[in-house]
């Protein structure tokens, strides 16, 4: 995509190439806050004066810190990490042991890219002891994204950081923020299960918690844009607010390779000023994004 900056991770449920539908309903502000901040492609798209990036997975925050604090010595050793000879099962697996036993933040912070590139689908999955346990992916040859990093590096001197659940990061947003939550998806089905990007998994309940929240930030003057899978569900939670659907395709991968059409929604929850005003310049405006 032109004009456009990737991320430097694999991300399930990454908003990279829905960006264009996303950053249009962004309405402007002075900081962005993202408590679901994952692959960071809608910071990364965006450019809010400054940015609140949180996530409830620690190690994606430590990641964050250690490129942002000292992002040339983190490429050059990450780099280390890329050749064939770490492209291998046994290699692979002693990575992950040692991921899965180190506390040093910057060694973790090495290990946890490494295991985003080499591991099964760049899955980020922990079993019940909190053991990182993603199996090697398989790759012909990993790509080692410099260029993505450098996009980030140049970022990250306007962004805070932050380990922490959502309702920490939305019970914390002043007036001149603006919200973007990406939480894990509601449901397809009954019988549907998504990866596990945190330890407890993310349940109907927070999915209530996120939408009063939503309702209360707004109330208060603030903005908050929420994306989700367009099932009766979501719209029940989102009641009230603006709402758009937009076609998607997406790999449904504990059955294989089956790729099927879903509808996303985004759900804008707007202050009662802000539609009175005139119109904001919008997200897309401000990096020069087209709609699509
Ligand atoms: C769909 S992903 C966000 C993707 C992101 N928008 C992107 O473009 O890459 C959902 C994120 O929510 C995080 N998460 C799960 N439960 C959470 C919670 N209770 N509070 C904050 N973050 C949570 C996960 O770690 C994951 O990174």
Not at 39 to 52: C, G, I, R
């Amino acid at each position: 995509m032109a004009g456009t900056m990737r991320p430097f991770l694999k991300w399930p449920g990454g908003k990279y190439r829905v960006l264009q539908r996303i950053a249009p309903r962004l309405p402007a502000g002075r900081r962005l806050l993202e408590p679901f901040v994952g692959s960071a492609a809608v910071f990364l798209n965006t450019q809010y004066a400054a940015a609140w990036l949180t996530d409830a997975n620690p190690d994606l925050i430590n990641l964050y810190r250690a490129v942002q604090s000292d992002g040339d010595a983190f490429v050059a050793c990450a780099r280390t990490l890329f050749t064939p000879e770490h492209n291998r099962p046994d290699r692979y697996y002693a990575h992950r042991a040692r991921f899965n036993q180190v506390s040093d933040p910057w060694e973790r912070a090495l290990l946890f890219l490494y295991l985003n590139r080499h591991g099964y689908n760049g899955l980020c999955r922990y079993n019940a002891a909190g053991l990182f346990n993603v199996p090697f992916g398989r790759y012909l040859r990993p790509y080692f994204p410099e260029a993505e990093l450098a996009g980030f590096i140049a970022a990250a001197p306007r962004a805070q950081l932050a380990a922490q659940d959502f309702r920490a990061t939305m019970g914390a947003a002043v007036a001149g923020d603006v919200v973007y939550c990406d939480p894990p998806y509601v449901p397809l089905s009954a019988t549907a299960n998504f990866t596990d990007y945190t330890r407890g998994g993310f349940s109907p309940q927070d999915q209530r918690d996120l939408a009063d929240l939503a309702r209360t930030l707004a109330a208060r003057g603030i903005p908050v844009l929420v994306s989700n899978h367009d099932t009766p569900d979501a719209r029940s939670l989102y009641a009230g607010a603006h709402l758009d659907r937009f076609p998607v395709r997406r790999s449904i991968s504990c059955a294989g390779q089956r790729r099927e059409a879903a509808q996303e929604l985004l759900a804008l929850f707007l202050p009662a000023n802000f539609a009175a005003e005139a119109p904001p310049r919008t997200g897309a405006e401000l990096v020069g994004l087209t709609t699509g």
